[in-house]
């Protein structure tokens, strides 16, 4: 029982680990975004980001995509694309 519950383990690992090397292409994750402005509504669409920086009540949300990053600058509940 123990040996079953370690290889689970083991191939759950490694297929986050291969989910997370497959970079998304940038036309999917803006449509996957849509018109969306809210924190929660892109978080939802397309998960957390890559990066977050932050800076007084702003954050920069960064996220990689095969064409480069795209990012959001989040204060309070907007989120507005910028230019990374």
Known sequence: MKKDRMGLLFLSGLLLLLSACEEVSQEEFLAKVGNRTSPDAISEA??????IEQDGAMALWRYSTDRGDVCYAVTGQIALRMMC
């Open 46 to 51: 397309v998960g957390k980001p890559d990066k």
